[in-house]
């Protein structure tokens, strides 16, 4: 009698995800290198773009959060800290306010610019009751102003 061979097809994929996670591993490893190799590269940077500033006199003080650098646990990605460069705070040219609040009111600030002869008051014309396009007597339709 003649047996047949039945392949172990859980012994293959075992191999296979031992495989897969081995190359993980790796994977993992090599990101870890190139994530030391940019921190010191950034600390570069970071110490140029300072020197950079301190030379131009204007002192920016620049925060660094760095990641983790302890190892990893499986299934977890390391990432890299976040990169914050504070910058002063420069007013926007085209929101200046041109109406300056003064420390007097006005109702109290009119009558002494009077008093000073700074400011001389003038009778106002007397309008017409009505502008000549409009009709006193017209519907709301008719002067396009409601329903």
């Known amino acids: 009698m003649v047996s047949k061979v039945i392949p172990d097809t859980h ?3 075992r191999t296979m995800s031992q495989d897969m ?4 591993r790796k994977s993992q490893e090599a990101l870890k290198e190139e994530l030391n190799i940019l921190k010191i590269q950034m600390g570069w940077v970071m110490e140029t773009l300072q020197a950079l500033f301190r030379k131009e006199g204007h002192p920016i003080p620049i925060v660094v959060t760095e990641g983790a650098t302890t190892p990893h646990p499986s299934g977890v990605t390391p990432s890299q800290g976040k990169f914050y460069v504070t910058t002063p705070h420069l007013p926007n040219k085209g929101s200046k306010n041109h109406n300056v609040p003064i420390p007097v009111p006005y109702s109290k600030l009119y009558p002494q610019l009077i008093q000073k002869t700074l400011v001389t008051p003038r009778a106002l014309t007397p309008t017409s009751p009505y502008l000549p396009w409009y ?3 017209a519907g709301a339709k008719q002067r396009g102003s409601g329903t």
Do not use: K
């Open 11 to 13: 012994l293959e994929q």
């Open 21 to 24: 996670m081995d190359e993980l």
């Open 135 to 137: 009709n006193p007597n």
